[in-house]
């Protein structure tokens, strides 16, 4: 039987790294929601991780982070297509994914969105703020 | 002893083995849209990007809707980019109780 169920995000964070540890756990160091640059346009020195949670995966799927800025809609970066699949639509499937660094145009508000084969199945916001340099430095 | 490992690392995914691709001025990537549905009368529904306003299409069933919303959008898109015109992108209109709404990533 094949169903067509669309996966379900149970998690999706940006951290500053992600161990997995001997038995397989995964250690999420210094996660965040907001970044901080002096000036603009910038980039983003990475890496940095995505942990990504998943239920409800039945046979393949095809996933794909993508990196958005929201004031204009335009799309920054994109992973390469990445397949995943489980038998067991209960089953939780973890991903730890390393992101090199990014483009920052303009200080505002970022998406890292997760798309399974064209759907959207939930997102991460990012907002990046101007710091002056004594702030840089109280830091 | 417990074992408190409760799920599982996705198979075949290498965290450093995923490349990525970096949008430039020469070759975008594409852009993100709302896709918003509204049921018509006749069973059918009307389809609108909520952050760019005047593209609205339409089709039997939501499938037809997104598929024809999506090549409305490619359509304006690409006629912005050719003409060097701005994308007036406007704040994402609020989603009516009745509307069915989809996040779509269109590559250009």
Redesign the interface.
């Known amino acids: 039987m094949t169903t067509n169920s669309t996966p379900v995000l149970q998690a999706l964070l940006l951290a500053d790294h992600i161990y997995t540890d001997q038995s397989g756990k995964r250690v999420i160091c210094g996660t965040f929601s907001k970044i901080f640059a002096p000036e603009f346009p910038s980039v983003f020195n990475g890496p940095v991780w995505a942990f990504i949670l998943l239920t409800d995966v039945v046979g393949k799927v095809v996933l794909q982070l993508r990196f958005v800025h929201l004031s204009d809609n335009q799309i920054l970066m994109e992973s390469t297509p990445i397949e995943i699949k489980s038998d067991d639509p209960l089953q939780a499937l973890d991903i730890a994914l390393q992101i090199p660094g990014f483009p920052l145009p303009e200080a505002g508000v970022y998406s890292f969105e997760c798309y399974a084969d064209t759907t959207m199945i939930g997102s991460v916001r990012l907002q990046v703020m101007k710091v002056h340099s004594q702030e840089s430095a109280d830091d | 002893m417990i074992e ?10 290498k ?2 083995g ?6 430039t001025p020469q070759e ?6 709302d896709a918003r549905l509204m049921p018509d009368e006749t069973g059918g529904y009307t389809a609108y990007v909520a ?1 760019l306003r005047g593209i609205v299409s339409e089709g039997d069933d939501a499938e037809s809707a997104i598929k024809n919303i999506i090549e409305a959008f490619q359509v304006a898109i690409e006629t912005y980019l050719e003409e060097g015109m701005p ?1 007036p ?1 406007s704040e994402a209109r609020p989603r009516q109780s009745d509307e069915l709404s ?4 269109v ?1 250009v």
Request: with cysteine.
């Open positions: 408190t490992r409760k799920t599982v690392a996705a198979e075949n995914v965290a450093k995923i490349a990525w691709r970096s949008a975008p990537i594409g852009y993100c849209f952050q994308i992108w989809f996040r779509v990533a590559n």
